[in-house]
């Protein structure tokens, strides 16, 4: 298969995470480093390889960046200076959809961002509660991983490491000011 | 000595031991922890995982909060300690009209804070009950040195000031390669088995290297140590360094802050003795 490579995609991932990815000459130092290639479906020098040639489709919907933990050894090694792990911020960003393996990462920082929103601080029980609901809930009911969440959960509660109240800090509306600017 | 302090979500709830601990702690070396007043989350992975703003701007608002005070700001989280410090130096570079910041403060993770010469030697004049024959394994995570340009950090590869402190307890500091490795905190929740892998790796070289426990200095890692290792009978307890130095500073505290943990940490204390 020959592949005609298109700039404009890689131009636009250098604009929008100010990291030059052009600059990557195929060392394998990230993906050597990398704790979670084993759950990638391209490692990290691969895909940025991909963003050079300008494979949109295929790097947008790579699981590659979803599952990236953010351990920023990739960054820390990059002979080249390339902020790695800021470039997969930007490509989480930017794909809308995440693919089959990490539907429920977004859900996550979904139900994160929620909790913030509303009081400022992450309440650790209703933001749990938020995920919970957002995920299959009945696939977890029938394969008895709730169970063995609940179970987790009771440890937790009766140990004091569950707040059962939330707390609001002062001064919400800064933080409400915060979300109304999201995306600017 | 007085610094600001900003705890972290997670301080409030599933890590109250190491909160719990840092207070007994620091009070104990006559520094005086002034919670930042009204601080907000840092916005960890999910607000930089979603959006550039998000992450700059929460952060900052308690960057200007700590700034009129003009104390040193000191984190307990390391997720938190690398938000505050990245969007600080956004900060400094590019100037957010909303969050006028001006940086007369340095933003300490307490680790480093408590492991500089001065409070170390604070700390060696004051213990009580040395750690004798206790063998731990320093484990630091990821975002307390990586990445370097942002934390600072001057041996990101083979940090040391964990070992410093522990070795000054009188502790026995194990050797090992994976004081850095990542154990997945992010990807808990959403994909387990990923979080799992990686603490068993993590694991499996403390204790081929020789540890009984591990030390954190971070309320995701360690969770994420504990929970992962699920109902296994040979697990391995995680401290955090702040439960250690309160042992052996002869706090009154200490039995509380242990009782809190999902893996029981006490067996290796009472064959010493220490407990």
Redesign the interface.
């Known amino acids: 298969m020959s592949i005609a490579p298109q700039t404009s995609f890689l131009y636009h991932i250098e604009e929008k995470s100010g990291e030059k990815v052009s600059l990557c000459y195929q060392c394998n130092k990230c993906s050597s480093g990398c704790?979670?290639t084993?759950?990638m479906d391209f490692p990290p020098h691969v895909l940025l390889r991909m963003v050079q040639l300008g494979l949109k489709e295929k790097v947008l919907g790579s699981l590659t960046p979803w599952?990236c933990?953010?351990?920023?050894?990739c960054?820390?090694r990059c002979p080249n200076g390339i902020?790695i792990?800021r470039v997969m911020?930007t490509l989480?960003?930017m794909a809308r959809v995440a693919p089959a393996?990490?539907e429920?990462?977004p859900?996550?920082?979904?139900a994160?961002?929620n909790?913030?929103k509303a009081r400022?601080?992450?309440?650790?029980?209703g933001m749990?509660l938020e995920?919970m609901f957002k995920t299959d809930v009945w696939a977890k009911i029938k394969s008895r991983e709730i169970i063995k969440e609940t179970k987790?959960g009771w440890?937790?509660f009766r140990?004091?490491?569950?707040?059962l109240f939330p707390?609001t800090?002062?001064?919400l509306e800064?933080?409400k000011?915060?979300?109304e600017?999201?995306?600017? | 000595m007085k610094v600001s302090y900003y705890p972290g979500c997670s301080l409030l709830g599933t890590a109250r031991e190491y909160d719990e601990s840092n207070r007994a702690v620091c009070g104990a070396l006559g520094i005086e922890l002034e919670e930042l007043e009204g601080w907000n989350c840092c916005g960890a992975t999910s607000a930089h995982s979603t959006d550039d703003y998000l992450a700059l701007a929460l952060p900052a608002r308690n960057l200007v909060i700590a700034d009129g005070k003009g104390l040193d700001l000191i984190v307990p989280c390391s997720a938190c300690f690398l938000r505050l410090k990245a969007s600080e130096k956004k900060l400094l570079e590019m100037p957010l009209a909303d969050f006028p910041y001006r940086g007369s403060l340095k933003v300490k993770h307490l680790l480093n804070f408590l492991a500089e010469d001065e409070n170390i030697q604070k700390i060696q004049e004051r213990v009580k009950k040395p750690l004798a024959g206790l063998k731990v394994a320093c484990y630091y995570g990821c975002l307390i040195v990586r990445p370097p340009k942002v934390t600072g950090a001057t041996e990101p590869e083979d940090p040391k000031e964990m070992d410093r402190l522990m070795a000054a307890l009188g502790a026995e500091v194990i050797e090992w390669s994976f004081k850095t490795e990542c154990c997945g905190g992010s990807l808990v929740l959403a994909r387990p088995d990923i979080a799992t892998k990686l603490v068993e790796r993590i694991l499996k070289m403390a204790k081929e290297a020789g540890a009984e426990a591990l030390v954190s200095c971070c309320p995701m890692c360690q969770s994420n140590l504990e929970t992962c290792q699920g109902e296994s009978s040979h697990r391995t307890p995680v401290f955090y360094f702040t439960e250690l130095l309160g042992l052996a500073l002869g706090l009154s505290g200490v039995k509380g802050w242990l009782k809190r943990h999902l893996i029981d940490p006490r067996q290796p204390l009472r064959e010493k003795g220490l407990i």
């Not at chain 1, 933990?69 to 050894?73: D, G, L, N, R, Y």
């Open positions: 704790p979670v084993f759950a599952v933990a953010s351990c920023e050894t960054t820390t902020d792990a911020d989480r960003q393996g990490a429920d990462i859900k996550f920082h979904e994160f961002l909790s913030i400022g601080r992450v309440y650790e029980v749990l995920y987790l440890e937790m140990r004091g490491k569950m707040r707390h800090i002062r001064g800064d933080i000011k915060i979300f600017h999201k995306g600017k």
